[in-house]
């Protein structure tokens, strides 16, 4: 089965612009997340989706992200206005429908803002 | 706050000996944990993972033990190969939901 589709690979900006982060899951994976990951440290959970709903965005600093996925298959992420302690690498994951069920990863977005 | 953690942020094995990597975790509602395989500039990829009812699983050379009292974990792979050189995280989820990871370790194994 073909992976977790994330564009581009890799992104830089000025700070204070705004970018967005597009996503394909796996085929038939109802679950669907957004991860930061900071050079040096484990991805941190930004947003969960289950099918188009939000599951968890306890994590998302929603005063400059956003993410959606409105038709329940693919999503993007935006970041609006970018900070320089945005740079990280961003992972898209999706996993089947059910608890227990492991994510699996896409190759993520690195991001780097100037 | 690290509910995840990887004391050991490297550990270097010879070639055919086995590699044993920690984590402990501070959360005991976490009930399924999982390992995941990093190569640069890809993703993790899914390596094994024990359901909280559990406190051992197996697959091929990776074996997952699970110490609830403990509240650790650990992977075992023998024999180890040049080829599982790589960054090995430790995660854990309570529910299916609020996946934490830990901050990794960068396993060398040498020929």
């Known amino acids: 089965e073909a992976g977790v589709a994330q564009s581009p690979r890799y992104k830089i900006i000025e700070k204070r612009q705004s970018v967005a982060f597009w996503c394909n899951p796996i085929?038939?994976?109802?679950?669907l997340y957004w991860y930061q990951q900071i050079l040096g440290q484990g991805p941190k959970l930004l947003i969960q989706?289950?099918?188009?709903?939000?599951?968890?965005d306890s994590q998302l600093p929603k005063d400059r992200f956003s993410a959606e996925r409105l038709k329940g298959v693919d999503s993007t992420l935006k970041i609006q206005p970018a900070k320089l302690e945005d740079s990280a690498v961003y992972l898209c994951?999706?996993?089947?429908?059910?608890?227990?069920?492991?994510?699996?990863f896409g190759d993520g977005t690195r991001l780097s803002i100037l | 706050d690290q509910q995840v953690k990887q004391n050991s942020p490297s550990l270097s094995v010879q070639e055919g000996r086995i590699s044993i990597l920690n984590c402990d975790y501070t959360?005991?509602?976490?009930?399924?944990f999982l390992w995941y395989k990093k190569y640069p500039a890809e993703g993790p990829t899914f390596l094994i993972s024990?359901?909280?009812?559990?406190d051992k699983n197996e697959d091929g050379r990776f074996t997952v033990f699970l110490n609830k009292s403990a509240k650790h974990l650990s992977l075992h792979i023998v024999p180890s190969q040049p080829g599982d050189s790589a960054v090995y995280f430790c995660?854990?989820?309570?529910?299916?939901?609020?996946?934490?990871f830990g901050a990794g370790t960068r396993l060398t194994v040498k020929p």
């Open positions: 989706f289950q099918n188009n709903g939000v599951v968890d």
């Open positions: 024990i359901s909280s009812i559990k």
């Open positions: 994951a999706s996993s089947r429908q059910g608890v227990n069920q492991p994510q699996h």
């Open positions: 959360n005991s509602m976490f009930d399924y």
């Open positions: 995660a854990a989820s309570a529910w299916g939901n609020d996946m934490r």
């Open positions: 085929s038939g994976h109802a679950t």
